[in-house]
C-alpha cells in the first residue's frame, strides 16, 4: 500500500510538472510592450530582449524567467529599466495578450508579434494535420543600415498586398536584429519591405525562408527618402551648446536621455525623473536637469506622440487626456503641453 501511494505521488508530480511545462510553452514567441516599447521572445519561460528601452539592458539579454502557477498564471521575475531583476505576476487575457503586475506597484501589457505558437500537444496535432512540420519560416531581421526601421512587411508572393506592419509600435534600431517567422500556411516564399526613419523603402523579393536565417537590410537598395519625415516618427534630438560644457556624468546622463527619446515620448520633468530616480539610472538630479536641458526636443511634439500612445492604449475624453499627460502620476507635462498633445492627437 505504502509502495503503492508513493507510486501514485510521483505519478501525480509527473503529471503536475508536464502540464506545467506545456502551459509555459504556451507563450512560446514574440513579445512587445506597446506601453514601455520594449520586446523579447519567449522560449520555455526564458524571455530574451529583442528590443530595449533602457541604457541598462541589451538586446540579446536574458530579461524575463516564468514559470506557470495556474492555466492562465504565470510568475517569475523580470529585469526593470534599473536593470535589476524585480518579482512579476503574469495572467494570459483571453485575446491573447500578458497582463503583468510587478513589484512597485507596476502594470503593464504584451502583444504578441505575428501568429502564436502551437499551444499544446493537441493544438500540435490539429496544426500537423493542416501544414507541413518541415515548413520552417522563422528568421532574423538584421538593421545594418544607419537609419532606424519603423515599419515592417511580410507579405506571400501570392499575395496583391502587403497588410499589416508587422513591427507595430516597436522600432528596430541601427545594429539591432530582431527574430520573426512568416508562419506556415503560405508555404516558403515571401517578400520583405522595411520603412527607414527618413521614409526611405527597401524590398526584398521571392525570398526562400524555409531556407535563410538572417535577412539583412542595409538601406543601400532603399528608394529615395520623402522631403518631410513621417510625423510619427520618434524625434532624433540634438544637443546644443550648452553640451560642451557638460561633465563626464552629465555627457552619460545625455547618451541615456537620447536613448530614451529615440524610443518613446517623455516630457521635460518625466525624462529628468526617469534618468535620475532609482527605478530608472540613478543620475543626480542636477545632473540629469542639465543633461535634459542641453538637448535640443520640442515637448510640445513628445506631448503629441505621448497622447497617441495613450490613444492606442485605451479611450480618453480631451479633458481626461489632458489631465493623463500634466499629472505627476502620468506624462509630467506643462498644461500647454498637454493640451496641444490632446489636439494634435485628435482628443479634443
Not at 25 to 45: E, F, I, R
Not at 50 to 56: D, I, L, V
Amino acid at each position: 500500500m505504502k509502495y503503492l501511494k508513493h507510486l501514485l505521488m510521483t505519478f501525480s508530480f509527473l503529471f503536475v510538472s508536464l502540464s506545467a511545462q506545456a502551459q509555459i510553452a504556451t507563450l512560446d514567441g514574440n513579445w512587445h510592450s506597446p506601453q514601455w516599447k520594449y520586446g523579447y521572445v519567449l522560449k520555455d519561460g526564458m524571455g530574451i530582449a529583442t528590443s530595449t528601452n533602457s541604457p541598462n539592458f541589451q538586446v540579446g539579454q536574458n530579461i524575463i524567467q516564468l514559470t506557470a502557477a495556474s492555466p492562465n498564471t504565470f510568475t517569475g521575475q523580470q529585469v526593470y529599466t534599473d536593470g535589476k531583476f524585480y518579482k512579476v505576476t503574469a495572467t494570459l487575457l483571453a485575446d491573447g495578450r500578458l497582463s503583468f503586475v510587478g513589484e512597485k506597484n507596476v502594470k503593464w501589457v504584451m502583444e504578441r508579434i505575428g501568429a502564436p505558437p502551437q499551444a499544446s500537444a493537441s493544438a500540435g496535432v490539429a496544426a500537423q494535420s493542416q501544414a507541413s512540420p518541415e515548413i520552417d519560416t522563422n528568421f532574423t531581421l538584421v538593421n545594418s543600415s544607419a537609419e532606424p526601421i519603423y515599419e515592417f512587411f511580410i507579405s506571400s508572393i501570392k499575395s496583391t498586398g502587403w497588410g499589416k506592419d508587422i513591427l507595430g509600435e516597436s522600432v528596430l534600431m541601427p545594429g539591432f536584429e530582431q527574430p520573426f517567422t512568416a508562419g506556415s500556411s503560405s508555404g516558403c516564399l515571401f517578400d520583405l519591405q522595411v520603412v527607414y526613419g527618413n521614409k526611405g523603402v527597401e524590398e526584398r523579393r521571392n525570398l526562400n525562408l524555409c531556407e535563410l536565417e538572417r535577412i539583412v537590410f542595409d538601406g543601400r537598395g532603399s528608394t529615395a527618402p520623402a522631403a518631410q519625415p513621417a510625423p510619427s516618427a520618434p524625434s532624433k534630438p540634438n544637443t546644443n551648446n550648452a553640451a560642451q560644457g557638460l561633465t563626464g556624468p552629465q555627457k552619460n546622463a545625455v547618451r541615456a536621455a537620447q536613448s530614451y527619446l529615440n524610443i518613446s515620448a517623455f516630457s521635460r520633468d518625466g525624462l529628468i525623473e526617469q534618468l535620475s530616480s532609482q527605478a530608472g539610472n540613478g543620475f543626480n538630479v542636477n545632473d540629469a536637469t542639465k543633461a535634459v536641458d542641453s538637448l535640443n526636443v520640442d515637448w510640445n511634439q513628445e506631448a503629441v506622440k505621448s497622447a497617441k500612445q495613450y490613444l492606442q492604449m485605451m479611450g480618453f475624453s480631451c479633458k481626461g487626456l489632458v489631465q493623463q499627460l500634466s499629472s505627476r502620476a502620468g506624462g509630467k507635462f506643462t498644461e500647454q503641453q498637454a493640451t496641444f498633445g490632446a489636439q494634435r492627437a485628435g482628443a479634443c
